[in-house]
């Protein structure tokens, strides 16, 4: 009797989740969207291009602009929620934002978890050292510490190969590790490495970091949905394959100063 009531309470708890306001089990169609009004957005604003602060604390970045275009297609609003990064996904997965944009590489394993978009462009992990460091390649971090930022493929790569691994919540942390001498090496994605080392050696005066010629890793990057997303998604895709085929996303990153590539050979 007693399994009997337990099972029924388990039923009845369920039944009243799945039809309670704002419980995550349920996924966002487009009607959903358009109902609210606004399409929410998960993202940690401190990786420049793709996304950081600009005046009046304003989210500002590749990634904002062509969201702000999709979202101008689907006639509702952009509404954006700051986070480290590795709150993005869980954010995410549990129903509470219904997009997560923060550079997000696709892996295999993340596609466990998240609905990803069409992928809107490649990228390349960038290794940044000291302008004295004896480190001149991939090879030369057997060994070393390298600093990363908390969640990103750069932790989890980095982790993989065995490199002694110091991750921090925000790329800022990671790159004061390195200046301040407690790594060997940053390892970031590459566009956002080319703006800040750029700006930290503006600051200095001086050549003081450098990014090596050879890449850790190329990879997609994309947007996170909720699993089971897919006609919210689907109509998302459309818009962004628009964007890749008639170069509005190319146009964005000239914007913004940054090298594209596109994901369609």
């Known amino acids: ?24 089990s349920k996924v966002k169609t487009l009607a959903d969207v358009k109902a609210a009004g606004e399409l929410v957005i998960a993202t940690s604003p401190d990786f420049p291009p793709f996304e950081s602060l ?25 509404t954006i929620k700051r986070m480290d990064f590795e709150s993005v996904i869980p954010g995410v997965t549990s129903g509470k934002y219904d997009v997560g944009v923060s550079g997000i590489t696709i892996t295999e394993e993340r596609a466990k978890n998240v609905l990803f978009t069409v992928p809107y462009c ?47 919540s925000g790329n800022t942390e990671a790159e004061l590790a390195l200046t301040s001498g407690k790594v060997d090496a940053w390892v970031i994605d590459d566009l956002t490495a080319v703006e800040m080392v750029k700006q930290y050696n503006e600051d200095q005066g001086k050549e003081a970091l450098i990014i ?54």
């Not at 009797?1 to 995550?24: E, N, Y």
């Not at 960038?126 to 390298?146: F, G, H, M, P, Y």
């Open 212 to 265: 090596l010629p050879e890449a850790m890793t190329n990879e997609p990057y994309a947007f996170a949905m909720k699993l089971g997303s897919d006609e919210l998604c689907a109509e998302i895709n459309k818009v962004l394959n628009e964007m890749i085929a008639d170069g509005t996303i190319a146009s964005l990153f000239e914007k913004y100063g940054a090298p594209y590539t596109s994901p369609v050979n």
């Open 54 to 78: 600009g005046e009046g604390n304003e989210v500002v970045g590749i990634e904002i602009d062509i969201l702000n275009a999709v979202c101008e297609k689907l006639g509702v609003k952009l």
């Open 122 to 168: 490649l990228a390349q992990q960038a290794i940044v050292v000291t302008a004295d460091s004896a480190i001149a390649s991939k090879a030369d971090l057997e060994n070393k510490t390298v600093s990363v930022q908390k969640g990103t493929t750069a932790d989890i790569f980095c982790s993989a190969q065995g490199y002694t691994v110091k991750a921090f």
């Open 1 to 24: 009797m007693k399994k009997l009531i337990s099972l029924t309470l388990a039923i009845l708890m369920l039944a009243l989740c799945v039809s309670a306001t704002g419980c995550s």
